[in-house]
């Protein structure tokens, strides 16, 4: 896997996490936050990856 992927989800849960605790939310809540921001930034990455590298193949 490309590093590029695991380091988007790694920000995206930290972005996840800040957002939770921003609005007050427990323990849960930001546990919540920060794995739906990191598969979806993960997920956004990775179709974006494919995109680039089927394009760049030709």
């Known amino acids: 896997m490309y590093p590029i992927v695991l380091i988007s989800i790694f920000l995206g849960a930290v972005f996840g ?3 939770a ?3 007050g939310g427990n323990g ?4 919540q936050y920060a794995a ?5 930034a993960g997920t956004v990455v990775l179709i974006g990856l494919v995109i680039l590298l089927r394009y760049a193949a030709g």
């Open 17 to 19: 996490g800040w957002r």
């Open 28 to 31: 849960l809540d930001i546990a």
């Open 36 to 40: 739906v921001h990191g598969i979806i």
């Open 21 to 23: 605790k921003k609005r």
